[in-house]
């Protein structure tokens, strides 16, 4: 088949897709910006296997009219992040529920809901929703976050004035088999300002959600989720981040279960003497396919980047990394680090990896490794000698695979809460 007939079957699908989609109402600008997407969505199309970008990840049933049942699960066990002092926001199936939420504010913070803030004819928003998912689209386009500026149907708005004392808790609920949820949040640190946003649940059978995040000078921003729960259950997310001078970006997530999940991070390094580290640990067993596609961009100099991946997998679980570090001319004295790992702890699982160094400037130190192998002989024998079980052993030795990523996360008690988890999810798994 031709190239040309290829891409109007691509924009054939896509228009099928959306036809009967509403874009929600809003105030003029708003929805000048969701007409806006919407265009950009038709004439670019949404992915197919033969793109670039996707040849490793199967989009079908994320482009499909309706998503497949996720049956809904019961964990019998405290969510993540449950004994930590928190400002909880709740979404179920994708929808606001103000009733299990705490109330909407705090010191040094102002939130909305997006709805609300779409609404409005003059909020700060007006000049940042759907912003950097714009300017992200090139030079890959992203087409499911064009979806999502075009027709989320919720999420909040944050905006963070000087040092949150306690972190915002995005919790999103999962009891529809069929819910097909949309939320798109808006976050803006100001200058010197420290916020810490969390996320946690299963969502929905069919996620799609953006965070466009804006870290002004000398501010901070950690972001820590945990994405597990509902085996069944097909995600693909969004964070995108501008970052200023002397600013901080830090962005840790946990995956563990799930048939599909997407997670892309595009970060743009503005501000000189800055920091951006993303960095995961995914745990996969069995149906589970997990996919991280990271773009940083080094615009300013002075600046550290950090890309850090860990992917455990067994019993045919596939794991993806796409991660590239683009230095652009003047952006001198970059270190840019990026490393992906997958430890197979079977033959029949599967990582793959595409990491990518672009550079144009001459005074950088810039490095990338990815490197997939099975469970060391050597270390396991030396633990089953000093009366380990194996099974314990090799749990034992996968956590030790995962530390470089979860050192990623500053504080401590979600650092352990974190741990936590991971070390149940093995401890099941090797029950049976």
Not at 156 to 184: C, F, M, Q, W
Not at 208 to 214: D, L, P, Y
Not at 382 to 410: C, H, K, N, W
Request: glycine share 8%; net charge negative; hydrophobic share 40%.
């Amino acid at each position: 088949m031709k190239r040309a007939e290829l891409k109007q079957r691509k924009l054939d699908a896509t228009s099928a897709r959306v036809e009967g989609m509403t874009l929600p109402a809003g105030a003029a600008w708003a929805e000048a910006l969701r007409q806006d997407a919407l265009s950009r969505l038709l004439a670019m199309g949404l992915p197919q296997g033969r793109d670039e970008y996707w040849r490793w990840t199967r989009p079908d049933t994320l482009n499909a009219d309706a998503p497949k049942p996720a049956t809904v699960f019961d964990a019998k066990e405290a969510p993540v992040f449950s004994g930590i002092d928190r400002l909880k926001i709740v979404f179920v199936d994708g929808v606001f529920d103000a009733e299990a939420s705490d109330a909407l504010d705090g010191e040094n913070l102002e939130i909305m809901r997006l709805s609300d803030a779409l609404s409005a004819d003059i909020h700060w928003v007006k000049d940042a929703y759907g912003v950097q998912e714009k300017k992200a689209q090139d030079p890959v386009e992203r087409p499911f976050a064009t979806l999502n500026t075009a027709f989320a149907t919720d999420g909040v708005v944050i905006r963070a004035t000087g040092k949150v004392a306690k972190p915002v808790s995005l919790i999103y609920l999962h009891r529809n088999e069929t819910s097909d949820a949309i939320l798109h949040h808006v976050i803006r640190v100001e200058e010197g300002a420290d916020l810490t946003v969390l996320e946690n649940g299963p969502a929905a059978a069919r996620f799609n959600k953006v965070m466009e995040v804006e870290v002004s000078d000398k501010a901070a921003f950690h972001h820590v989720r945990a994405q597990g729960r509902d085996h069944e259950r097909r995600a693909v997310t969004h964070v995108f981040a501008t970052i200023g001078q002397e600013a901080l970006f830090k962005s840790f997530t946990m995956t563990a279960n799930g048939v599909l999940t997407r997670n892309e991070v595009v970060l743009d390094i503005q501000g000189d003497d800055s920091m951006a580290h993303v960095a995961g640990a995914a745990l996969g067993d069995g149906d589970f396919h997990h996919d991280d596609t990271v773009f940083i961009t080094h615009d300013a100099e002075r600046c550290e980047s950090r890309q850090v991946f860990k992917k455990v997998l067994r019993n045919g679980a596939k794991g993806v990394f796409q991660g590239k570090i683009l230095v652009k001319a003047g952006a001198q004295k970059t270190d840019g680090y990026q490393i992906s790992q997958g430890l197979l702890l079977d033959g029949d699982s599967q990582f793959l990896a595409k990491p990518e160094l672009e550079i144009y400037a001459d005074d950088v130190a810039c490095s990338h490794g990815s490197t997939v192998g099975a469970i060391d002989d050597e270390a396991l024998f030396y633990l089953r000698s000093r009366g380990v079980p194996t099974a314990e052993a090799t749990d034992l030795l996968t956590l030790a695979f995962l530390a470089e990523a979860i050192e990623e996360i500053e504080d401590e008690a979600i650092a352990e809460d974190i741990l936590h988890r991971l070390e149940g999810w093995l401890t099941r798994r090797r029950a049976g």
